[in-house]
């Protein structure tokens, strides 16, 4: 199975729609393109303390079996600290797009068993890095969850100009990130 219909599949198991829809209406849904390199290690991580870096792990219970752990200091704005997943490939006006990460608790703060990442979202890979969609209060305990966003682009935009950010900085806590994509459904209702 290629890294295009693994992530497919998991990203948007079966919509309800589809389901409820006999199947002589159904129509075939295309794959989707993925934008962006999925992998955890391509993970853009920034703002942590004097110049931190995340830390690789392995673990069976996720998709790819890796993540990575991000030990975040709390305090200030939750985008102070986040991770960024860049576009590359360009979008078209209208295409629908979703982005799809797994993440995990693993140290709450104060011994807190939940945590709380602050928004999911495609957005302008430059200032003002404006939202086009986003996912806001995505609660995480020690258990894999995955979480997911879907919109539709407003304009045309390059490669590049576009990417999935996570904004992360809601307490002093530690988080693992698994795979980020980006699925490019192009121009369906």
């Excluded at 849904?29 to 934008?35: C, Q, R």
């Excluded at 999925?38 to 703002?47: E, F, M, S, T, W």
């Amino acid at each position: 199975m290629s890294i295009r219909a693994a992530l497919a599949i998991a990203a948007l198991a079966a919509p309800v729609a589809i389901l409820a829809t006999p199947l002589i209406a159904q129509t075939a849904v295309s794959e989707p393109d993925v934008l962006n390199n999925p992998n955890p290690d391509a993970l853009q991580v920034y703002g942590l303390p004097g110049g931190a870096k995340p830390k690789s792990i392995k673990d069976e219970k996720v998709q790819f079996g890796k993540a990575i752990r991000i030990e975040l200091p709390g305090g200030g704005n939750p985008w102070s600290v986040g991770v960024n997943s860049p576009l590359l490939k360009p979008v078209k006006k209208g295409d629908k797009i979703t982005v799809a990460f797994y993440a995990r608790l693993e140290k709450g703060a104060d011994g807190a068993t939940t945590g709380r990442i602050h928004a999911m979202q495609l957005q302008l890979s430059a200032a003002p890095y404006t939202a086009l969609f986003a996912k806001q209060n995505l609660d995480i305990d020690g258990t894999w969850k995955f979480f997911h966003v879907t919109g539709k682009a407003d304009r045309d935009y390059a490669k590049g100009e576009l990417s999935a950010a996570l904004h992360v900085n809601t307490a002093k806590q530690t988080i693992d990130i698994g795979a980020v994509a980006v699925l490019n459904y192009g121009q369906v209702p």
